[in-house]
């Protein structure tokens, strides 16, 4: 979903000023954005370069989601809430397209803080600010929100928020929020990018309940229609009280939104031909390079864009669960890595568009290359008597994975992980691979999508060449998402965004506390303490340069552990969409900015006119 997701004197200290605390200066300041790492580009421009102030406003922007809905509140955790729910809803500042760790006013029109010692933060709202019904958004309505995410919310944002200490009502529109750490940069980021309910909405409703009734939001829109399951569409709200500020003007043009919901993606693809949606992000390689050529695209209907942004790619990869026997043994997950054949597939099944993932942090600065700097040996030293022999051997090497010939039989690299197997104590009997125990090895591969048996079928077929009996195990997306909260499975698909500015999200993705947590995001199970050690340095750093720096040390110890298989990505987003969207000629850098898109009048009239017809 796109998230729209210095210790205080107890009174009477100035804001803006220097303040003496444990013997050094602490720099408290008052400012119209959050920026960590230096002043930000935009904090005196009335409009954001990626916008255009000259924007129309109309037309109806429609894309499809698989699956189903249940639940309107995506802050709870139950039932799988509705596509497009957060532009109900608005935040305390909103984020920079172009510029990592910065936040411009929203519905905080500024805050004060210690940048260099963030162990505090005060939005000031803006007292402008209203909730759809046009009741004031107030500080006890921030109180409430933040109460209620830490303490009946998703246990994955129960632990994002797990470093605020209490949120107190200074006034009416001053909220002040105390962190439990003297000193956590990425906390005032956090806290200004979390969706603010309504207090009083709330009096007469259980937060923790699956819910379809409409909930009172603040944002850009409201909802107009729900065909249960089906579908979900939202209206622009004319009288949206922040249309006019800066992060907004020439933004959210279209008048209506519309999720349009499918159980298939081969079927949704057929909806998308025929005009039941109208922007189309292709996941599917064999569709992008093939399948467009029906008669939309030949008459011009149909664009082609491949988004390109600034930022980690995806990570898409194959998940052992760490939990369990025999993926608690790190040279069993290494020759499973082996018997991926990337190669083969790009070529068989791809047609060469994507690239191996070799970060997890691919396709940005945060990823590791080569060898170890000086500077990240360095960092590592103290832990690597501490690893695995196994990991700190991968930790010290200049990392790639294993490549084949592409023939289609991954002959070396199979070897080496029957060779890394048997090394291991494993052996084998009648062809099958048995434990140190003397028991045949048997693994499940849970998916919940049945076209993806296609491209998993390789890589099942050569586990079962080292002797491993796989099954593939297709099950409904509900069935998918208890059993993964509840972390009951072998091995599974993943495709998770990576974040330019990592921080606190990264102990929900690989910290060992989050392992033990039911609904939380470290699905291999990951109990480390040199990775939970530099998610702290990055949650701490001071500078990006620092973040930078810990996430390349982050980012081999997780590859060296061997804890999933990054598969592959692509070098953008692409997207098809019906000949009607028009975009800002400047483009964001981090974000493919879709926001700022408008229906051109004249265009969406042809298009409605082909539809017609045909």
Known sequence: MQQRFAKAKPMGFALGISLMCSSVWAVVQTTPYISIYGKPLYSAQSIMPYANPNAPKGGILSTSSNGTFDNLNSMNGKGRYAEGVNYLFDTLMDSSLDEPNVM???????????????NYIIFHLNPKARFSNGTPVTAEDVKFSFDTFQTKANLGLQMYLSDLAKTEVLSKYDVKMTFKSKNNTEMPLILAQMAIYSKADWAKKDFGKVTMQPILGSGPYLIERIDAGRSITYKRNPNYWAKDLPVNRGRYNFDRLKYVYY???????????????????EMSARNWVTNYDFPAVKAGMIVKYNAKVEKPKDLQSFVMNTRRAPFNDIHFRQALTYAYDFEWQNKAYFYGQ?????????????AATGKPSAKELEILKPYLAKLSPLQAQGVLANWKYSASDGGGFNRNNLLIAHRILQ?????YQNGLLLDRHGKPIRIEFMIHQDNLQRTLMPYVRNLK????????????????LERTRKNDFDMITLRMPMS????????????SKAADEVGNYNFAGIKNPAIDAMIEKIIQSKNRDHVVLYSRVLDRLLRAGFYQIPTYGKDGSWFAYWNMYKQPTIKPKLSTGIDYWWSDPVQAAKVGQYLKKN
């Not at 994507?354 to 945060?366: I, K, M, V």
């Not at 330019?500 to 910290?511: A, F, V």
């Open 423 to 427: 090394n291991a104590g494993y052996r």
């Open 500 to 511: 330019i500015t990592p921080g606190n999200e990264q102990q929900q993705l690989w910290g």
């Open 104 to 118: 411009y006013p929203l519905l905080a029109e500024k805050v004060t803080y210690d940048p260099e010692h963030a």
């Open 354 to 366: 994507y690239q191996r993932l070799q970060s997890y942090f691919s396709g940005s600065e945060l």
């Open 465 to 480: 060449k080292l002797g491993i009996s796989v099954n593939i195990r297709v099950v409904d997306v509900p069935q998918y």
């Open 263 to 281: 159980r298939s993606l081969e079927v949704a693809f057929e909806g998308f031909k025929t005009g039941q949606f109208t922007l189309q992000e």
